[in-house]
């Protein structure tokens, strides 16, 4: 395992469950402290101490990041506990409304509002906290989590696509407007990413009809994501910002 990330702090909202829980394990074997920030802390204090198991550096914090307030205490005490950061990734998300992203027609408009409140808005807020101790630290990444959704027109999900859409163009303004100041911003779009929980949910005819939309021999897996996210966040990703990086294994294939 490489060391890419000796003496960096690197935060991230929705550092547990899935893809949250593969970067943080994955930042943290590469050496760095990392801020494992999620809604729920019972889940990001498990994830900090595995690492911390592990021989790893680790803070459990709780973030909504559909709270101000709430987005502001997480930045600043990573700072002021660890003297700043280096590396934000925006990887959370509420759930809660996927249910009723039917179509534009139909959709209720209080989940709607609930699901542009935390997912759009909630990015916007760690964006907007995050970017100036980025700054203040000399530099570093702004990293953001989206979805094929956002490339694909889906006869479903109108609002999820909408607002990882929005997700690109936030990337891309921060690329272009912070990144004479040491900043740069890029976006992930995983393709399905399975764990253990997801593959019970989904059962065996699902995943199996999901294999033939990839152009691999496998599905997605936290470790994928967690691989892409280390190398945006280190310096070996010096040369790349504003881009929308799909780890889809050739699902979308898109330019």
């Not at 966040?233 to 050739?250: E, N, W």
Request: include cysteine; hydrophobic fraction near 45%.
């Amino acid at each position: 395992m490489l060391n890419r990330f000796e003496g960096k702090v690197i935060a991230i909202a929705g550092g547990s469950g899935g893809i949250g829980s593969g970067v943080s394990h994955r930042l943290a074997a590469e050496g760095a402290v990392v801020i494992v920030g999620d809604v729920n802390l019972d889940a990001a204090e498990q994830t900090a101490a595995e690492i911390i198991a592990k021989g790893g550096r680790a803070m459990p914090l709780k973030i909504d990041i559909g709270d101000e307030a709430s987005v502001k205490a997480f930045v600043h005490t990573a700072v002021g506990t660890h003297g700043g950061i280096d590396g934000f990734y925006a990887n959370a998300l509420d759930s809660t409304h996927m249910g009723d992203d039917s179509d534009a027609v139909a959709i209720d408009m209080a989940a709607y509002d609930q699901m542009m409140h935390v997912n759009s808005r909630g990015y916007f807020l760690c964006t907007r906290h995050a970017v100036p101790q980025i700054i203040a630290r000399g530099g570093g990444c702004m990293l953001y989590t989206s979805s094929g959704a956002a490339h694909f027109g889906l006869p479903d999900r109108p609002v999820y696509s909408m607002l990882k859409s929005g997700i690109h163009a936030l990337a891309r303004h921060v690329a272009s407007r912070f990144g004479k100041q040491g900043v740069r911003s890029n976006v992930i779009a995983p393709g399905l990413i399975l764990h253990p929980v997801m593959e019970a949910v989904l059962g065996p005819q699902y995943l199996a009809e999901a294999l033939t939309g990839v152009k691999v021999p496998r599905l997605g897996q936290p470790k994928d994501i967690a691989a892409m996210a280390a190398l945006l966040l280190s310096d070996d990703g010096a040369f790349v910002t504003g881009q929308v990086i799909s780890v889809d294994g050739g699902a979308s294939m898109r330019p």
